[in-house]
């Protein structure tokens, strides 16, 4: 079974948790910081932002995430990700300067059915204790859209095969295409 793991916790300081990810065998990576343009829907600014996860994600195979903000005006976000196919660990604190979370989050999905767990897969799997550290693969149960763990997790946003996707309350809404794929 495919596990997304969402850490939906403040961390302290990034610095330490980049220090500890790649002692760890994995290289946590910012983006970039993203924000919308004052007033503009969050959809909208999703959708924008979408195609540059779609990018990444299909270009290296590996998650990325971050936890949507807002400054009263504009919605921003700090993009991550941990190198890794299955999961990527968001920090509710790592948001753009003067920005505050808004209680939900973006993350892209691979779009491989099954998944290669390289040797810092299974570094990050052991870490966060997902039960997939010793997988040589991983069936991809979020391919097309949000994963089993994902709907567990709570309200949020997802970029898969091209699409823009919200999850609240047991509904899945599709906002659009990021990309003509």
Request: hydrophobic residues 35%.
């Amino acid at each position: 079974m495919r596990v997304l793991f969402l850490v939906l916790a403040a961390f302290t300081s990034m610095p330490c948790l980049a220090h500890e990810a790649s002692s760890q065998g994995w290289q946590r990576e910012h983006l970039g910081d993203y924000v919308s343009d004052p007033g503009e829907p969050l959809p909208v600014f999703l959708l924008r932002l979408g195609e540059t996860l779609h990018v990444f994600t299909r270009n290296s195979g590996n998650e990325a995430c971050g936890a949507i903000a807002h400054d009263g005006e504009r919605y921003g976000l700090s993009l991550y990700t941990d190198g890794v196919p299955h999961g990527c660990a968001i920090n509710t604190s790592e948001v753009p300067a003067g920005f505050t979370f808004v209680g939900e989050t973006l993350h892209s999905h691979p779009w491989q059915k099954v998944l290669d767990m390289t040797s810092a897969a299974r570094a990050w799997s052991h870490f966060y204790r997902d039960g997939n550290g010793t997988a040589p693969t991983l069936r991809n149960d979020g391919s097309s859209g949000f994963s089993r763990a994902d709907l567990a997790g709570g309200p949020g946003w997802l970029v898969a095969k091209g699409q823009l996707l919200h999850q609240a309350r047991g509904r899945t809404t599709r906002h659009g295409e990021v990309t003509g794929k």
